[in-house]
């Protein structure tokens, strides 16, 4: 596609419950990102997938998340037993290998829990 | 660790001012910087970036030099328009040695009045 597409737009999600979000990068970009925008904590790296695999993971707040990439293209961000802390943009971005390329940013999934 | 401050918001401004945005970093080695916009409702876009002391980057008007000696990367813009009100990102990351993983600030808003 012309970006990074990510679905849903929105989400409203009881406490406790599982999520999935998904990122769709531009085709062609073998490096992908998520972030978490939230109130008071700015944006948060989160993971780094180089094709299919994650060489860092380190922003991963809980072993409650976790990503795949297949086919080095979609990737998800599952959110297992959902709190409300973890309310929050979740972005997506591509680029080409990193260095100093630039990454391309989805418009994001707002996550709510209630 | 990296670590990236800009100056809190809301900045609120007549059209045609002049605009600073400050932004200072904390890093090891020679990183990369860059300026980040996110007008309502759109996500975030690349506005500018210098990969090397003394570098500038400048798009749309707007301007940041890196400045290694005082780590900083200010965002200048001559004449400020009401299409300019947005939230303003200062990141860096550790440019071609690294993943790519961007280090972001707490974010800026812009607010322009005709």
């Known amino acids: 596609g012309a970006g990074v597409s990510q679905s849903p737009s929105n989400k409203v999600t009881e406490k406790g419950k599982d999520v999935e979000l998904r990122c769709d990068p531009i085709?062609?970009?073998?490096?992908l990102y998520w972030y978490r925008q939230s109130l008071g904590q700015g944006l948060e790296f989160l993971i780094y997938f180089q094709g299919n695999s994650a060489p860092d993971k380190s922003g991963l707040p809980s072993d409650r998340f976790s990503a795949e990439r297949t086919g080095g293209s979609v990737s998800t961000l599952t959110i297992q037993r959902t709190q409300q802390e973890d309310s929050a943009v979740y972005l997506c971005?591509?680029?080409?290998?990193?260095?100093?390329?630039?990454?391309?940013f989805g418009q994001g999934t707002r996550l709510t829990v209630v | 660790g990296d670590s990236v401050t800009q100056m809190e918001g809301p900045v609120t401004l007549s059209e045609e001012a002049f605009l600073t945005i400050n932004c200072t970093y904390t890093?090891?080695?020679?990183?990369?910087l860059f300026w980040y916009v996110q007008y309502p409702g759109e996500g975030l876009q690349l506005l500018l970036k210098a990969t090397k002391a003394d570098d500038k980057g400048s798009n749309k008007g707007f301007e940041a030099t890196y400045r290694k000696e005082t780590t900083s990367f200010h965002l200048e813009k001559g004449s400020v328009q009401v299409s300019d009100s947005a939230v303003y990102f200062c990141a860096l990351n550790r440019g071609s040695s690294n993943t790519g993983k961007l280090i972001f600030g707490q974010g800026t808003t812009l607010q322009v009045k005709p």
């Open positions: 085709s062609g970009h073998t490096a």
């Open positions: 971005a591509s680029s080409l290998p990193p260095g100093n390329t630039e990454a391309f």
């Open positions: 890093a090891t080695g020679y990183p990369s």
